[in-house]
């Protein structure tokens, strides 16, 4: 599946950029604004074009309700974007701003465009697998890796992310952990392949696993975070990871709300097993005691 993006962006020093947001939501027609730090704090404004094409065939009417009489000139907007960029600068003549655009097909993406200051074009760049490292290093030096969040699919539907690493520990013994413990089909999606593994509450967050070595590194999105979500979302390491060592960061980024899990110390596992015992729950029992080697 193909992703074509369009984005305007700039460096976040101080609270008074908080202005250039409302203001680029109000100059470029469709675009999304956000705040990111990712090797950088900066502002980003982003079309996607994918969607916008999909909304022009399935939304009735979309094109004259954005005020186009027909889809040559939605396009030829789209295309003024870079124009738009260098004459956006001259709004915020002591910042500079990049125009890139994405081009991605196939699990390749290609990246062009150029930096502005103050209405005049001080750096260009061609289209090539790395051109968003050059543009993003005129706006700060400090960027230096290809990955950049604000060009993944869910930086702007995402409202948590998840990271840790379990030590020691194999894809294969925690999918059968994960299948005991997420047995609703409806609700819940846990499958694995060679060296990877997913859990999925369809449409509120999933974790993901990946073999590093003798371990899993540990990461996730979140999409919705009201209270009961949330709980869940914290509940997973203490359901699925007993007996593993392990360290998760669990970023709730809308709530401003952080939680550290890790793995408990001997005396908390020994009552946790109590805890399964008395409560009856065999199935669990039988996955923890064979985790211990039991």
């Known amino acids: 599946m193909g992703m074509n993006l369009k984005n305007i962006i700039t460096d976040f020093t101080s609270a008074e950029d908080l202005r250039i947001m409302t203001e680029i939501e109000s100059s470029f027609?469709?675009?999304?604004?956000?705040?990111f730090d990712s090797q950088f704090k900066g502002i980003v404004g982003q079309i996607n074009e994918?969607?916008?094409e999909n909304a022009i065939y399935r939304e009735e009417g979309f094109l004259a309700k954005h005020g186009f009489s027909d889809?040559?000139?939605?396009?030829?907007?789209?295309?003024?974007f870079e124009d738009e960029v260098v004459e956006f600068s001259k709004k915020f003549p002591e910042k500079l701003f990049a125009y890139v655009g994405v081009d991605c097909f196939g699990g390749t993406c290609m990246y062009d465009g150029l930096v502005?200051?103050?209405?005049?074009i001080l750096f260009h760049q061609e289209p090539d697998y790395a051109g968003h490292v050059n543009l993003l290093q005129q706006i700060n030096r400090k960027f230096k890796k290809v990955y950049f969040e604000p060009f993944t699919r869910d930086f702007f539907t995402k409202k948590g992310e998840i990271k840790g690493m379990i030590?020691?520990?194999t894809i294969a013994g925690l999918w059968l952990a994960l299948?005991?413990?997420y047995p609703d089909t409806k609700r819940y999606y846990v499958d694995g392949g060679a060296g990877s593994l997913i859990l999925r509450c369809h449409g509120n967050y999933y974790y993901y696993f990946e073999a590093r070595?003798?371990?899993?590194?540990?990461?996730g999105v979140i999409y919705q975070d009201d209270e009961t979500i949330m709980q869940e979302i914290v509940e997973v390491?203490?359901?699925?990871?007993?007996?593993?060592?392990?360290e998760v960061e669990i970023d709730f980024l809308e709530k401003k709300k952080r939680v550290k899990k890790s793995s408990s110390n001997s005396n908390d596992l020994k009552r946790k097993e109590e805890d399964l015992s008395r409560k009856g729950d065999r199935k669990k029992l039988s996955f923890w005691r064979r985790l211990k080697g039991e």
Do not use: C, R
């Not at 070595?213 to 990461?219: A, F, N």
């Open 50 to 52: 994918a969607k916008l």
């Open 29 to 35: 027609q469709f675009a999304q604004v956000k705040q």
């Open 167 to 169: 030590k020691d520990f």
């Open 71 to 80: 889809e040559d000139e939605f396009y030829e907007k789209l295309m003024d």
């Open 237 to 246: 390491p203490d359901n699925s990871f007993m007996g593993m060592e392990y």
């Open 213 to 219: 070595g003798g371990d899993i590194e540990v990461t």
């Open 116 to 120: 502005a200051k103050n209405g005049e």
């Open 179 to 181: 299948k005991t413990d």
